[in-house]
Nanobody, 116 residues
Framework: VQLQASGGGLVQAGGSLRLSCAAS????????IAWYRQAPGKQRELVAG???????NYVDSVKGRFTISRDNEKNTVYLQMNMLKPEDTAIYYC???????????WGQGTQVTVSS
């Protein structure tokens, strides 16, 4: 499984960005796929994710502002980020988990910078 993340950039507070994570390879083996982020000096945290049962936002700080969705035909997961805040500044990574081999696959990350 290979993941390609894109869509990051520099935006002012209150603005929006949409991140994309395109999966390729053995995509039918993917059990779940999720967005994580890592801010400077902080641990990587789970933002939102999708399983076969649906998609969920996990971090309280993004509820009501971020929405995760998936397009199964395009093997792509999106993270729509609205009302961005400077504290959302981080590198955003997508991760796929394949239960059959109990392995995580990470994308390369995309930088999101929110200016105040």
């Amino acid at each position: 499984v290979q993941l390609q993340a894109s869509g990051g950039g520099l935006v002012q507070a209150g603005g929006s960005l949409r991140l994309s994570c395109a999966a390729s390879g053995s995509t039918s083996d993917i059990t779940s796929i999720a967005w994580y982020r890592q801010a400077p000096g902080k641990q990587r945290e789970l933002v939102a994710g999708c399983t076969n049962g649906g998609c969920t936002n996990y971090v309280d700080s993004v509820k009501g502002r971020f929405t995760i969705s998936r397009d199964n035909e395009k093997n792509t997961v999106y993270l729509q980020m609205n009302m961005l805040k400077p504290e959302d500044t981080a590198i955003y990574y997508c991760k796929a988990y394949v239960h059959a081999v109990m392995t995580d696959y990470w994308g390369q990350g995309t930088q999101v910078t929110v200016s105040s």
